[in-house]
């Protein structure tokens, strides 16, 4: 089992940057393929973007490409997310998720391990 913290939302203004982080009870890399999910009120979770267990294989949403870039410090274990060019649709609570499975996964449902989440809001 893993448990799984995020930190860094919080409010932007639009155009601007945040940085997101997983912090994971045990190590992650090379053992758990991880993800960022978002949800907004009324939508279903989506995945941002992923990163499998090797961490030769990356995805990343069409809506946050060229955006968003995930990071991953391997001798301190978080799993970041860094969010540039911030859009007011991009408000949502942030969810960071671990599966032991190898491949790369971008659904929900093939996640195992879910943090509690951290709220990002981004105005106009």
């Known amino acids: 089992q893993v448990q799984l913290v995020e930190s860094g939302g919080g409010s932007a203004q639009a155009g601007g940057s945040l940085r997101l982080s997983c912090a994971a009870s045990?190590?992650?890399?090379?053992?758990?393929?991880m993800a960022w999910f978002r949800q907004a009120p009324g939508k279903e979770r989506e995945g941002v973007a992923a990163i499998s267990r090797s961490g030769k294989s990356t995805y990343y949403a069409t809506s946050v490409r060229g955006r968003f870039t995930l990071s991953q410090d391997i001798a301190k274990n978080p799993l970041y997310l860094q969010m540039n060019s911030l859009k007011p649709e991009d408000t949502a609570m942030y969810y960071c998720?671990?599966?032991?499975?190898?491949?790369?996964?971008?659904?929900?449902?093939?996640?195992?391990?879910w943090g509690l989440g951290t709220q990002v809001t981004v105005s106009s």
């Open positions: 998720a671990a599966d032991p499975k190898s491949a790369l996964v971008v659904r929900p449902d093939e996640f195992s391990y």
């Open positions: 045990r190590y992650t890399y090379s053992t758990y393929s």
